[in-house]
Structure formats: C-alpha cells, structure tokens
C-alpha cells in the first residue's frame, strides 16, 4: 500500500487530509512539527511527503532541504502545503525541493489529483521509459533509471521535475513548447497559469546544462510562446564540447 506522510501542525487539516487519503486507500502517518516529521520520513521511507510551511521547531523550507541532502529521502516526492500564496512563496518552496505546491484552503479532489499526479510522475519507471520516445539527441542523453542526463559526456544528476521537463522539450527538440501544455505534461493535471513553477524549474535545469545560465544557449525561452530546446546535431556538438572543456 501507498505511505504518505503528513507533515502539519494544525490538527484540524491533518485530520481531514488523513482521513481523505485513507478513505482513498493510502496508508497514511503523521507528524505535527519539523523534527518529528524529518525522523518520520528517515524511519517510514515514505512514497511521498505532505509537508506544511509553516510548522514548529523547525520550518517546513528546512526540513524539505534536509530531506533532499540526505540520499535516504532525497528522491521522495514533497508536495508543499501552505496558507500562503505568493509566487515568492511558491519559488521559495521549488527551491527547496518541493515537486508541488498546494494552497490552504484547497479542494479534497484538487489534492488527491495532485498525489496522484506526483506518485505517477516520480514513479521509479519514468515515464520516458515506458514508451518508445526520443531519449538521445546531439549532446544529451537520458538516463531515465538514474534520473540523470549525459550532457557532453558529463553526468548530471536531475530531480524527477527536471528529468520530466527536460524530456518533455527534448521530444519537441527545436519547437515551442507551450506553459500551458508543459504543465499538462509534466505536472499532471489541468494547466491553472501557474507559469512561476515552469520558470523556477527552468532556471534550475539551466544552472546545471548552460554554460552561461543567464544567457542561455541551449534552453531558450520564446517571450510571450513559451520554451525551445535547442541542440546541435553531433558533429556540432563535437566541436562544442571542446569549446566548453
């Protein structure tokens, strides 16, 4: 059966969110501050972490960046939950480590689909892996078991989000991809013009691929379309990797 962890300090809304999750057949333990909720995480080794930003002893922004520096829990999915919604707010959650984000108050279905939709992406089975789909272009290579890419014969480490990003552009290779249709794709569920998250994860995948993240060549952005990822063919993608040695 399915764990999930239910980080949060207020009883009210962790009641109604385990019984929701139970009723929905998952197995489900809880947790009312950040210590407790980072033994909790390191003892069950969760499927996933319903973590609160706000919480006692130590904030939900700590304990989710202490759970993806310990290699235990450091593949764990995290959806964030919070009262605030401020794009800030949000940002500051995706650089932590959060895969999702949820605002107080929130619909039972809205949350059950987003668990859905973050169990199935993070499942160790990508699904880059599960279909005959485009893995390897010039320079790039996915690692869809690793969640890793080969970036001119380098191996990167990527979180699930940027491996799902980053496959869902290298399908596209030299197209427009859409926010609205990223969302869909990567996140899982129905776009709500939430472009702040595709924009955090974006600067987070050009921090590792781009030579120069703040005048990127590879990941582009398309002003007022949306995201392009473009690659040189081989021979070009030769010559380039001596340049970048």
């Not at 990941?219 to 380039?240: F, H, M, R, S």
Request: overall charge negative; proline content about 6%.
């Amino acid at each position: 059966m399915t764990r999930i962890l239910v980080i949060d300090d207020d009883p009210a809304i962790s009641e109604l969110v385990a019984v929701n999750l139970e009723m929905a057949g998952y197995d489900v333990s809880r947790a009312d501050d950040g210590i407790k909720g980072q033994a909790l995480a390191v003892q069950l080794l969760p499927d996933l972490i319903m973590l609160d930003l706000m919480l006692p002893k130590v904030d939900g922004l700590t304990v989710c960046q202490r759970l993806r520096r310990d290699e235990r829990t450091a593949d764990i999915p995290v959806l964030m939950l919070t009262a605030l919604d401020q794009t800030q707010d949000k940002v500051e959650g995706f650089n932590a480590g959060a895969d999702d984000y949820l605002t107080k108050p929130f619909e039972v279905e809205e949350m059950l689909a987003r668990i859905r939709a973050l169990l199935r992406r993070t499942d160790r089975l990508p699904q880059a892996a599960k279909h005959s789909e485009i893995l390897s272009y010039g320079p790039l290579t996915l690692i869809p078991e690793r969640f890793e890419a080969i970036w001119f014969e380098e191996t990167v480490k990527l979180t699930h989000l940027e491996f799902e990003l980053l496959h869902c552009l290298l399908q596209r290779h030299g197209q427009t991809v859409a926010p609205s249709e990223i969302l869909k794709e990567v996140w899982g569920y129905d776009p709500d013009d939430d472009i702040e998250t595709i924009r955090v994860h974006i600067r987070h995948l050009r921090t590792k691929l781009e030579p120069d993240p703040r005048h990127p060549r590879y990941i582009k952005t398309v002003y007022g379309a949306g995201y392009c990822l473009e690659l040189p063919a081989d021979a070009q993608a030769n010559e380039e990797a001596k340049s970048l040695a």
